[in-house]
């Protein structure tokens, strides 16, 4: 095939700064759009290969809205809607896996929002439901789990090691309380301790701390702290995520830019973490060297496929992404959570809101899940999968190696780190003109 079309040249791209864009997930959610007509789930799976698939259940409940958080997640939810909420989830769960037939799952998440938002009894029911509906014990797979500092008890936590739960995510994002209230999130410092305490108590085998830098009166040296506690814990895994929502008092220092801030931010943290014995697996994520995590914590999904419950989740076949509406905004969360409790049950065999992946995007997606992870592009692979080059369908990737970002070893294409460290630029690079136009014209809700 003829190259793919590229946005712009590697200099203009850099130019823009390392914050573009994190890709989580190809294409976004915004390029997603509502079908002419539903697509009927059973055909939108018939043909895939079902053999080690992906659940994930989206819990859209939590218990403060962050300023800098845009996932798909309502605060202050009245316990009728929870339970309405776990009824139509079960509804779904029915239908959906009726619609599989012969699935095996590999592994499976429970995300949000803050699951753990959910009382005992109620988070009883969502294991109880993913057993029931699909087999999926969390006893048998490779689990994972978001907490919140407020709502990680131990009573919680207990349930969760009866289950089997492998990998406890908890949000901190920040150790030093004027930084994580600067970004509306109502944390005290001894209710992190407290939670992560009863974390390690439990005896859950990964925990996994989510950080920010680039927060409002963060120093290096406050960040530097923030790190330094977060190790007292020994966490398995870190996310050092930068701020993309700017503050309002920011740390700014004469003549700097806040990229300048949080790009020194990144390299302290991340200079920090590798000499503490972590291993860096992708731009934002750390794991304990002594201790390779089995689970695949960003959830490439590389060929695998995806099967989403609850409002808020994807799913993923070859050649189709689908979720329920998005937003982000109060009213149309809200609005599309309602939407979902009232669904009856024949609603849930329908897909009605995605976006189909052609081949071309299938090998952007593919190039894009695992350049920018540690795992690198299988040149083989990819040829295997797609019967072309990636350097031929892909002229950047040439540009990357000429300009010492990327480097190819026995045939896997990896990035440098300086291009890591310029993973939220390159990514959106790679991105179609097709997808990038979409999610331009996305109306936010
Ligand atoms: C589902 S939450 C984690 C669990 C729990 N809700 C909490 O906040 O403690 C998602 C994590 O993603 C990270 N994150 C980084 N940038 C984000 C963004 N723009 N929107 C949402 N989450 C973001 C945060 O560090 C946050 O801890
Ligand atoms: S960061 Fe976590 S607690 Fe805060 S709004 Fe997002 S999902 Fe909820």
């Known amino acids: 095939m003829t190259s793919l079309p590229v946005s712009s040249t590697l200099p203009d791209l850099l130019s823009g700064g390392p914050y573009q864009g994190y890709t989580y997930g190809y294409p976004h959610k915004t390029a997603y759009r509502a079908f002419e007509s539903p697509l009927p789930l059973r055909e939108v799976w018939a043909g895939e290969d079902k053999s080690s698939l992906f659940l994930y259940l989206h819990i859209p409940f939590c218990e403060m809205r962050c300023g800098f958080c845009n996932l798909f997640t309502t605060v202050n939810a009245p316990v009728s809607l929870e339970q309405g909420y776990l009824d139509a989830t079960e509804r779904q769960a029915e239908v ?5 037939g012969d699935a095996t799952f590999s592994r499976m998440a429970i995300g949000g929002g803050t699951p753990t938002y959910l009382e ?13 509906s699909f087999g999926a014990s969390a006893a048998r797979l490779p689990t994972s789990v978001e907490t919140s500092p407020a709502t990680a008890t131990p009573e919680r936590l207990e349930l969760l090691r009866e289950r089997g739960v492998e990998r406890v995510s908890i949000g901190v994002q920040s150790f030093t309380e004027s930084e994580v209230h600067s970004v509306g999130r109502a944390q005290q410092h001894k209710q992190v301790v407290t939670a992560l305490d009863a974390i390690r108590a439990a005896g859950l085998p990964v925990l996994s701390i989510d950080l920010i830098y680039g927060l409002a009166h963060q120093t290096p040296e406050t960040w530097l702290e923030s790190l330094k506690t977060a190790l007292t814990w020994a966490p398995e895994e870190l996310f050092l995520y930068p701020l993309y929502v700017r503050p309002l008092t920011g740390i700014g220092r004469l003549g700097r830019t806040w990229d300048d801030e949080r790009l020194e931010l990144y390299r302290l943290g991340r200079d920090f973490l590798l000499a503490s014995g972590y291993l860096q697996t992708s731009m934002r994520c750390f794991q304990l060297a002594s201790q390779p995590i089995a689970v695949e914590p960003e959830y ?5 496929g995806m099967v989403g419950l609850g409002c808020g989740a994807r799913s993923y076949t070859q050649a189709l992404h689908y979720s329920s509406e998005y937003a982000v905004g109060a009213v149309g969360v809200r609005e599309i959570i309602q939407d979902f409790v009232a669904r009856p049950a024949e609603r849930f065999g329908y897909v009605s809101h995605g976006i ?7 090998r952007r997606r593919f190039v894009l899940q695992s350049m920018l992870n540690i795992v690198g592009l299988d040149v083989g692979m990819y040829r295997q999968a797609f019967g072309s080059d990636p350097h031929g369908d892909f002229p950047q990737l040439a540009e990357l190696e000429a300009a010492g970002l990327a480097f190819q070893q026995s045939g896997i294409l990896r990035l440098t780190p300086a291009g890591l460290e310029q993973s939220d630029a390159l990514g959106p690079w790679l991105y179609s003109p097709v997808m990038v136009r979409l999610s331009e014209e996305y109306a936010w809700r």
């Open 300 to 304: 490439t999904c590389k060929t695998g």
């Open 96 to 100: 959906v896996a009726d619609a599989l």
């Open 120 to 132: 005992v009894g109620d988070l009883e029911r969502v294991f109880d439901l993913l057993e029931r």
């Open 356 to 362: 189909r992946l052609n081949t071309d995007e299938q």
